[in-house]
């Protein structure tokens, strides 16, 4: 079955950029999208955008396009996610999720989760 | 951008009894492009219902959803230990893609 497993936890200074990384596996990469989405503590989920493994083309959420990059590695079957100019409002759980053909498909599944820590 | 709302914040209730959340939208979700996720503490969400009322696979039947428009519901027939959880609504038709503040559904 499809899986998707992420990085590990990271803590980083406010300024700092951070990189998590979503491994896919169990069918073909090329098929479909991966969005990211983020849970700050005690809140709800924010979609932060979404990239197409084949193309590596994207699509931003406005609040979050000045400072998010989304790129993939074909070879490895991995999709990453950089945040930069950290604050500590960007402390939170970090989700990366199989979108389907992309805009119109639901997430599923879900990658494990990746805590983010900013903090000086 | 389209706002959902879920009500209500915390729903109390016992093992058995059935369960009613609500989602409303800012303006009509095409297609219905609505589905529900369900988030355990500690885990990712996962996905219960697409298309509105369409179970994704291996989502027990106790669990349904409706609704169209602005409008929509997901029902817990009978609540079992392990459906006390967070529950997220979310359009995912139009960019930016959105999801509610969640309900959470908590032993009375």
């Known amino acids: 079955q499809v899986q998707l497993v992420q990085s590990g936890a990271e803590v980083k200074k406010p300024g700092a950029s951070v990189q998590v990384s979503c491994k896919t596996s169990g069918y073909t990469f090329t098929t479909y999208y991966i969005h990211w989405v983020r849970q700050a503590p005690r809140q709800g989920l924010d979609w932060m955008g979404i990239i197409n493994r084949s193309t590596g083309s994207t699509n931003y959420a406005q609040k979050f396009k000045d400072r998010v990059t989304m790129t993939r590695d074909t070879s490895t079957s991995t999709v990453y996610m950089k945040l930069s100019s950290l604050t500590s409002k960007d402390t939170a759980v970090y989700y990366c999720?199989?979108?389907?053909?992309?805009?119109?498909?639901?997430?599923?599944?879900w990658g494990q989760g990746t805590l983010v820590t900013v903090s000086s | 951008e389209i706002v959902l709302t879920q009500s209500p914040g915390t729903l109390s209730l016992s093992p058995g009894e059935r369960a009613t959340l609500s989602c409303r939208a800012s303006?009509?979700?095409?297609?219905?492009?609505l589905a529900w996720y369900q988030q355990r503490p500690g885990q990712a969400p996962r996905l219960l219902i697409f298309?509105?009322?369409s179970r994704a696979t291996g989502i027990p039947d106790r669990f349904s959803g409706s609704g169209s428009g602005t409008d929509f519901t997901l029902t817990i027939s009978r609540l079992e230990p392990e459906d006390f959880a967070v529950y997220h609504c979310q359009q995912y038709g139009i960019s930016p893609l959105t999801f509610g503040g969640g309900t959470k559904v908590e032993i009375k």
């Open positions: 298309g509105a009322f």
């Open positions: 999720a199989i979108g389907g053909a992309g805009f119109g498909d639901p997430f599923d599944p």
């Open positions: 303006q009509s979700v095409s297609s219905s492009y």
